[in-house]
């Protein structure tokens, strides 16, 4: 099954697209389609007439409107007569049509627009060197010649009528085509349509016609040559009067005169004179030529498998600033023809789930198989290394310059940690090991501590990822996410506790504490969510509606002090150490706190 050209559906049953479809054939039993009958109420159900329904196509890579659907029907196991099969055709449009001669083999015949019974099968019987005689039998080539006697039957005339003899006549060479084509639908190439051609001599005068059959190269290339042979014979013509005795010839049949085969085209009867108007029948058709069908447009009709789907809560990435929760949707599959999902979710527990939108491309994804060992943000780390092992076989990481590391190149997500890596080794078997690291990015510092073998590895790409906007409400909720791709039936859903990673102030950084004059002065520098960047001689922006923060200093015993502040520092009352000052920035969520241990 294809959509605009893109197949759909192989011939395993495998759809390379998320959709439900439903077939009715066309029985008197055939009940109304769910939903048909959902849309439009009092619908009937087309009995008689088969058809096919689909529900949540994705129409986005069709322009975003119904695609033109083409399906391969398959009603027989192997090939067919294609004498019968035109008998048959003509016998559902209620015409009998006897049946001699031979015809050839073909894998299908295809009808794909409405027309007379006469122009579907005209363009066969041209390239095969049938006709249809007398508009009761079909006749196709092969047929044993019948010997006629010259003596007394050729040349007949009624009464005492004085009649010239007529004699052969010969075409010039300019009244045949230079070359034949055929048009077909090749089963070597997925039935893609395909073309032969045979050359009689050089020129430009080029015969084609576009048949309604599958067939093999080297069954279109045959048809080819046996046409342009008979082409070159049938430029003889002969007209022959016969007695009436000799009624029963008719088009089609094969006379032998002299040693020489014609085929008659036409016949008139006056004066109970039979008169023929015939063909040259050519020699035997030539054995099969080789053929090649050309190279095959390759459909990646491979099964997609299920969807391995990764759930980010995240901190902005480049280029955003998220105003409200948000999580990040990467997905892959292990097999070759994984390309692409759908994605749904649930906010009660499975219970049903929402469409929210597409995965369009793969996203690397893979699994630590070692330790990443703790290291400062601040510089390189260029001693730490942690080995991946990616998903498929397709995935690839590649080693890229500092210079385009720090302009935000191989940025992934280990674990919680956000890295950044300069060296891809690879170790084959999809295994590389990542080096010259840049740890703790987009304030993930916290994780660089905590790594473990197994923990999930996704370079994220945000062009491939989906963005999934959640409303502020939702906010320490838990979600259910699946998966929606053609080979996702059986695929568990991904439960993920949206955490506002994207909103979260981060931590405040620089704490410091100096006593002075019986009081105790507690400083600290904020960091932006929109100050990633670093830039040079400029104000880092806040990145949040207002400059706030949440302090608290304690002791082992309890809180001391307590305050919500508007500035970047904090004077209360000395007290003995040792007591703790814990330093959280407020935006629409409490951000990630700081700590600092006085003395």
Request: glycine share 12%.
């Amino acid at each position: 099954m294809w959509a605009d050209g893109k197949l759909l559906r192989d011939a395993g049953g495998q759809w390379l697209q998320p959709v439900t479809m439903r077939l009715h054939t066309g029985s008197e039993r055939q009940t109304v389609d769910p939903l048909i009958a959902a849309a439009e109420g009092d619908a009937p159900a087309f009995r008689g007439l088969a058809h096919a329904v689909f529900e949540d196509l994705p129409l986005a890579e069709f322009g975003n409107r119904l695609p033109n659907l083409a399906f391969e029907i398959i009603a027989d196991d192997g090939p067919v007569a294609l004498g019968s099969a035109l008998t048959d055709l003509a016998a559902s449009v209620a015409i009998p049509l006897s049946m001699r001669g031979d015809f050839p083999d073909v894998a299908g015949l295809y009808v794909g627009a409405a027309a007379s019974l006469a122009d579907v099968l005209a363009p066969t019987l041209k390239a095969i060197g049938g006709v249809v005689a007398a508009g009761q039998t079909l006749v196709g080539p092969g047929q044993s010649p019948m010997l006629i006697d010259p003596a007394g039957a050729v040349d007949a005339r009624p009464g005492n009528r004085q009649q010239a003899r007529e004699r052969q006549r010969r075409a010039a060479a300019s009244a045949t085509p230079d070359a034949i084509e055929l048009g077909y639908y090749d089963i070597d190439r997925d039935y893609q349509p395909g073309l032969q051609r045979a050359r009689l001599r050089p020129g430009v005068r080029v015969d084609g016609d576009g048949l309604p059959l599958a067939l093999s190269a080297t069954a279109a290339k045959k048809l080819c040559s046996d046409r342009m042979l008979r082409l070159a014979a049938e430029r003889q013509r002969r007209t022959l009067r016969l007695p009436w005795r000799y009624l029963g010839i008719a088009p089609g049949d094969v006379l032998r005169l002299e040693g020489l085969d014609w085929q008659v085209r036409e016949t008139r009867f006056e004066a109970f004179v039979l008169t023929l108007e015939m063909a040259r029948v050519g020699a035997a058709p030539l054995q099969p030529l080789p053929s090649d069908p050309g190279r095959v447009l390759d459909q990646g009709d491979q099964a997609p498998g299920p969807t391995s789907l990764a759930v980010l809560d995240l901190p902005p990435l480049p280029g955003e600033l998220p105003d409200g929760p948000r999580l990040w949707l990467a997905g892959a599959g292990a097999m070759p023809g994984w390309k692409r999902s759908g994605v749904a979710i649930s906010f009660d527990d499975g219970a049903s789930y929402d469409p929210v939108g597409q995965l369009q491309a793969p996203v690397p994804i893979g699994t630590a198989k070692s330790i990443l060992a703790p290291a400062s943000a601040a510089g390189w780390d260029r001693f730490g290394h942690v080995d991946i092992e990616m998903l498929a076989d397709t995935m690839w990481l590649e080693s890229r310059s500092e210079a385009s590391v720090l302009a935000g190149a191989n940025m992934a997500v280990l674990g919680t940690e956000i890295i950044q890596f300069t060296t891809a080794q690879a170790l084959g078997s999809r295994l590389f090991r990542l080096s010259g690291l840049l740890r703790g990015r987009r304030g993930t510092e916290q994780a660089a501590a905590s790594h473990a073998v197994g923990e999930r590895f996704v370079l994220l790409d945000q062009g491939a990822m989906l963005a999934l906007p959640m409303p502020l409400e939702r906010l320490g909720q838990t979600v259910l996410i699946r998966a929606t791709g053609g080979g996702d039936g059986a695929t568990p859903a991904v439960s993920a506790m949206l955490g506002g990673a994207g909103i979260c102030p981060l931590p405040p950084v620089h704490l410091s504490w100096r006593r002075q004059g019986g009081e105790l002065l507690l400083t600290w520098t904020p960091q932006s969510r929109a100050g990633f960047g670093w830039p040079d001689l400029a104000d880092v922006p806040i990145g949040e509606a207002r400059l706030a923060f949440r302090v608290k200093l304690h002791d082992a015993t309890g809180v001391l002090a307590e305050a919500e502040i508007n500035e970047t520092s904090w004077v209360v009352p000395d007290r003995p150490g040792p007591i703790w000052l814990d330093v959280a920035q407020l935006g629409s969520t409490l951000g990630q706190v700081a700590t600092l241990q006085i003395p």
